[in-house]
């Protein structure tokens, strides 16, 4: 069973960067999709940003131009870089993984996701 463990969060003013990072205990296979998610406070879990196979990206309207994902093979890594950060970005993060399903699946809808991790706070002050 693949675990997930996110990293890299914090607190940052509007304007400023951070990067979340989400380390899997194992290789995973060609077709398998990680994600990260987000909960913001009163709201339910949503998809921000998710990469099939390690190069199909795929991005929420709301974070597009402005966050990035990414992964590294080698380090068993995936990463969430993101920029222009606004306080409506204040959430707690999650990432997930998926191992098998397609390249069709929704890879931005969290009940397609089978292992996540716990989650890591950011706070963006105005």
């Known amino acids: 069973q693949v675990q997930v463990e996110e990293s890299g969060g914090g607190s940052v003013q509007a304007g400023g960067s951070l990067r979340l990072s989400c380390s899997a205990s194992?290789?995973?296979?060609?077709?398998?999709?990680l994600g990260w998610f987000r909960q913001r406070p009163g709201k339910t879990r949503e998809g921000v940003a998710a990469?099939?196979?390690?190069?199909?990206?795929y991005y929420a309207d709301s974070v597009k131009g402005r966050f990035t994902i990414s992964t590294d093979v080698g380090k068993r890594t995936m990463y969430l870089h993101m920029n222009s950060l606004q306080p409506d970005d204040t959430a707690m993060y999650y990432c997930?993984?998926?191992?098998?399903?397609?390249?069709?699946?929704?890879?931005?809808?969290?009940?397609?996701?089978?292992?996540w991790g716990q989650g890591t706070q950011v706070t963006v002050s105005s």
């Open positions: 194992q290789s995973t296979y060609s077709d398998h999709w």
């Open positions: 990469i099939y196979a390690g190069r199909d990206t």
């Open positions: 997930a993984a998926r191992v098998l399903g397609g390249s069709r699946l929704d890879g931005l809808w969290p009940d397609n996701y089978h292992h």
